[in-house]
């Protein structure tokens, strides 16, 4: 297993992020713990922005805070000069309350509430991605009733296959995402926010997918949104003025991953915009990125407590860890693979192959099925999962009442707490008990 960005191994023989000792971080805080690197992220933000400076120097990259949503991330990613796309009036709020900028702010969405679209026209945000026909009559009437005005772009889906996890293909014909082209839904859209007096047509969007490796399918893109941009041209006698790309850029979670620099992505869409946009007598419009995984993938790590070592003879060894799927629901939801070390023995041979099972009350709540720890893994080891930033967190739940973990910030040495813990009274906040039962 090779280390991430940041991590090493100190004297104790003990995992460090950025400069912290894992065990301690454990100690410290308790466990399961999230932990983000605040340099690598930083480091993510800068390997983004860099390759759009290179080639669409006016280009705009966008955090798709889904992936890791709270107060000190979102403040993070502002900092680099990123903006922040949202994808619920929850998400929103807590953009809003981090400070950020509403110009800096989108809001995408397939089934927007009337609540969220008032959220972001109040606030005036930089742009509600628009995702069907009906959406636009809610932000049309919000609207009216606030007399604001909204930049609205409009979501497409021209059906792409890329090569992921069903779940997270989204520009497929059959997929509830975005206005269909070929039905004329897209150029439909596009009218009535071109006759409205309280809509303007921003941009058009796409998002294909996630944890994507291939840059082709961002090139096959490149001309469904020139046919398109073409198509308003002739039509309505609009210019498009931003293509947005979406995220997706595929990250490293076992080795078998290798994904592409961020550059190769932006690249390929330079070259081929470039070209299409000649060839149809269009300009070159302003391009944008909204990445989550990219940006905080690989930058968290998740320690746990080993609270049990089972042998089953000629079976498998099952490590119990006081995580699962309730802080962790990506292996049994996509069959999600993870790598592992046990950070409180990093000296010793990771030679003995061991499934990581969380403490939820189902088989399939699983973190890893094979993963090489030391032959002396005993209770009390610290174990550590690797690439566990995006999607972890921001997917947590409370199933069979466990507490969400707490988010501790590691930078050079120094670490904050990001998230507190859940307590039990937390998780029963919100229970009432009708004078019937009292
Ligand atoms: N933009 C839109 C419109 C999206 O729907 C998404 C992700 C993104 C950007 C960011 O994609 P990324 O750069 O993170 O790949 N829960 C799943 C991933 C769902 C992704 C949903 N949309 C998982 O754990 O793999």
């Given at each position: 297993m090779e280390l991430r960005y940041g991590m090493n191994v100190n004297e104790k023989g003990h995992l460090t992020i950025s400069g912290c000792d894992t065990v301690e971080l454990a100690q410290k805080y308790g466990t399961p713990l999230y932990v983000l690197d605040e340099k690598f992220v930083r480091k993510n933000c800068r390997e983004i922005k860099d390759a759009m400076a290179k080639y669409f120097p006016n280009g705009k990259v966008m955090y798709a805070s889904k992936a890791l949503n709270n107060l000190a991330m979102l403040k993070i990613v502002d900092s680099e000069g990123l903006g922040v796309d949202a994808v619920s009036g929850g998400e929103l709020y807590a953009a809003l309350k981090a400070g950020i900028?509403?110009?800096?702010l989108e809001l995408h969405g397939n089934s927007k509430c009337e609540d969220e679209i008032v959220l972001a026209v109040e606030n005036q945000i930089g742009c509600i991605i628009a995702d069907g026909l009906d959406e636009l009559d809610l932000i049309e009437n919000v609207c009216k009733k606030l007399n604001k005005k909204a930049s609205v772009s409009i979501r497409l889906r021209p059906n792409i296959d890329v090569h992921a996890h069903t779940a997270v293909?989204?520009?497929?014909?059959?997929?509830?995402f975005g206005f269909g082209i070929s039905d004329g839904q897209a150029l439909e859209g596009a009218k009535r926010i071109h006759n409205s007096e309280f809509m303007t047509l921003c941009g058009i969007h796409c998002h294909i997918g996630s944890q994507i490796f291939e840059q082709e399918p961002f090139a096959v893109l490149c001309g469904h949104f020139v046919d398109f941009a073409k198509t308003l041209k002739t039509e309505l006698g609009i210019t498009v003025a931003e293509f947005n790309f979406g995220g997706g850029f595929g990250v490293r979670y076992t080795a078998e991953d290798q994904p592409k620099p961020a550059e190769s992505f932006v690249k390929v869409i330079f070259d081929t915009l470039d070209a299409l946009c000649t060839q149809n007598g269009i300009a070159v419009p302003k391009v944008a990125f909204e990445l989550g995984r990219f940006i905080v993938g690989e930058a968290g790590t998740t320690l746990y407590t080993v609270n049990g070592v089972k042998e089953i003879p000629d079976v498998r060894t099952y490590c119990m860890s006081d995580g699962g799927m309730f802080e962790n629901v990506r292996t049994a939801l996509y069959g999600a693979v993870y790598e592992a070390a046990c950070a409180s023995k990093?000296?010793?041979?990771?030679?003995k192959s061991v499934a990581i099972a969380g403490k939820?009350?189902?088989?399939?709540?699983?973190?890893?099925f094979d993963s090489p720890m030391p032959e002396s893994l005993e209770v009390g080891d610290i174990l550590s999962v690797f690439t566990t930033g995006a999607y972890n967190y921001s997917m947590a739940s409370n199933y069979n009442r466990n507490p969400v973990p707490a988010m501790v910030l590691v930078n050079d040495g120094k670490d904050d707490l990001i998230v507190k813990r859940q307590t039990y009274d937390d998780i029963i906040a919100n229970d009432l008990i009708p004078e019937s039962l009292k």
């Open positions: 900028n509403p110009e800096k293909q989204t520009a497929k014909m059959d997929c509830k990093m000296n010793q041979n990771h030679v939820c009350c189902e088989s399939g709540d699983m973190i890893t």
